[in-house]
């Protein structure tokens, strides 16, 4: 069965500190795969996106890596801001298919205190 | 530049009364969906739209109805709400090829409660 399975549910931090968010995915065939940033009471949006043959991508201070022989992907952020405070959502994308295809993670909830 | 827009922000219903959510796009976008969004569940489609005139199944379509009224707008109906449908609906839309083409833009949601 096609999963996406993220860790830790919930992460609490003190601002300007790094962490890193878990994803590990059991989709076949893998086209690619987004890290979505979801504010309270806001639809989700993507962060960054990385396809089979990619091991990092960066966005600002959001770094993802991808390992696609372990099916593992990391989200690190760098010195944490009260913004960053929101749910991650790690997404797989199946190649090809339906466009329906896309599957969720149910997200790694992050909270950035003073 | 709207992006995606659904109305009503929010919404109370008793059961059995019927409503239609509307989203529209203007990223001229083929493909168009509807996830439901509920605690400790994660995002889940209960109907999508590869393009226009086309429509199927998502993995809890149960008590929903879709149409696809044009390229810009995907509504969802609720026929006889169940307070089983209490939940955030989302409204997405995506170029529906590969690789960039699979990025999902969102709408800011819907509050669905069903008393």
């Known amino acids: 069965k096609n999963q996406v399975e993220q860790s830790p549910q919930s992460l609490i931090i003190l601002e300007g500190k790094n962490c890193t968010l878990q994803?590990?995915?059991?989709?076949?065939?893998?086209?690619?795969l987004r890290w979505y940033k979801q504010d309270t009471g806001r639809g989700p949006v993507s962060l960054t996106i990385?396809?089979?043959?990619?091991n990092t991508k960066s966005n600002g201070r959001y770094t993802a890596t991808l390992d696609a022989d372990t099916k593992q992907s990391s989200l690190h952020i760098t010195a944490s801001q009260l913004s960053d405070s929101a749910s991650y959502i790690c997404?797989?994308?199946?190649?090809?298919?339906?466009?329906?295809?896309?599957?969720f993670g149910k997200g790694t909830k992050l909270s950035v205190k003073p | 530049n709207a992006g995606v827009t659904q109305t009503p922000k929010f919404q109370v219903l008793k059961t059995g009364q019927s409503m239609t959510l509307q989203c529209a796009q203007d990223?001229?976008?083929?493909?168009m969906y509807w996830y439901r969004q509920d605690p400790g569940m994660g995002l889940r489609l209960i109907y999508y739209?590869?393009?226009?005139?086309?429509?199927d199944k998502g993995e809890v379509p149960n008590g929903y109805n879709v149409s696809r009224l044009n390229k810009r707008e995907f509504s969802l109906r609720l026929e006889s709400a169940a307070p089983s449908q209490t939940s955030v609906y989302f409204c997405?839309?995506?170029?529906?090829?590969?690789?960039?083409?699979?990025?999902?833009?969102f709408g800011q949601g819907t509050r669905l409660t069903v008393v």
């Open positions: 739209s590869a393009s226009e005139g086309t429509t």
């Open positions: 997405a839309s995506s170029l529906g090829t590969g690789g960039a083409g699979t990025e999902a833009f």
């Open positions: 997404v797989v994308s199946l190649y090809g298919g339906s466009q329906g295809n896309l599957i």
């Open positions: 990385m396809t089979f043959s990619e």
């Open positions: 994803c590990n995915y059991t989709v076949s065939p893998f086209s690619n």
């Open positions: 990223m001229n976008h083929n493909s």
